[in-house]
Structures are given as structure tokens and as C-alpha cells.
């Protein structure tokens, strides 16, 4: 499974972003598939998930009524619809994808198979 994340860039405080992911190869393996983020000097954090068949979705506190993710399995995309964003919101974003089929492993990125190239978002004030 290949991945290939876009759609990143600089962004005022308050402002929105679309983030794509092109998903490719043996995705009858896929059950999940989420967004991670990791800003310079912090630990990697779990941004969203959303089951690759069924739909079902899964957000971080900080990123709850603000980020969608959503997923087309007819275009094998993932996005993520960022509203409202923060100075904090500041990172580089990786797409994943999981053949874990227990939601509850989402949250962990070590829970997670394939990884794209990270997409730089940052918002400035």
C-alpha cells in the first residue's frame, strides 16, 4: 500500500485546509486509515481516523468540531478538512493506514502498516 499526502501550506489563525491523501495497492488489507501530526521537538499525535469500509470516524479532543476526515473508495482518497485552526495546529500531517481491524488500536500510530510523506501545515497568527 502506497500513500501519497498533499494539500499543505500556510494558513492565517482562524483559517481552513484541505488535506489529501492518494491511497494505492493491496487495499483489501486496509481496515483503518488516520492523520498524525508531529510539530519540531513534540511527540507524534493522533489527529483522526475513519474505518476504510464502514466509515465510522474517531477525533483527538484538540481537533473535535474543527477537523473531518472523510474517505472516497471509489477515488482511494483520504482527507482531512481542517477549519478554524490554531498556531498549535502547526505540524507536519502523515497519512496511515492500518490492517488492525479493532478501532481501538486507531488512536496509536505503532498500530499503523503504511505511512505516506508528511504534508507541512503551519498557521500563522
Known amino acids: 500500500v502506497q500513500l501519497q499526502a498533499c494539500g499543505g501550506g500556510l494558513v492565517q489563525t482562524g483559517g481552513s485546509l484541505r488535506l489529501s491523501c492518494a491511497v494505492s495497492g493491496r487495499l483489501s488489507s486496509i481496515y483503518h486509515m488516520g492523520w498524525f501530526r508531529q510539530a519540531p521537538g513534540k511527540a507524534r499525535e493522533f489527529v483522526a481516523a475513519?474505518?476504510?469500509?464502514?466509515?465510522?470516524?474517531y477525533y483527538a479532543d484538540s481537533v473535535k468540531g474543527r477537523f473531518t476526515i472523510s474517505r472516497d473508495n471509489a477515488k482511494n482518497t483520504l482527507s482531512l478538512q481542517m477549519t478554524s485552526l490554531k498556531r498549535e495546529d502547526t505540524a507536519s500531517y502523515y497519512c496511515?493506514?492500518?490492517?488492525?481491524?479493532?478501532?481501538?488500536?486507531?488512536?496509536?500510530?505503532?498500530?499503523?502498516?503504511?505511512w505516506g510523506q508528511g504534508t507541512q501545515v503551519t498557521v500563522s497568527s
Open positions: 496511515l493506514a492500518s490492517k488492525q481491524r479493532y478501532s481501538g488500536t486507531v488512536y496509536y500510530s505503532s498500530a499503523y502498516d503504511y
Open positions: 475513519i474505518a476504510w469500509s464502514g466509515g465510522n470516524t
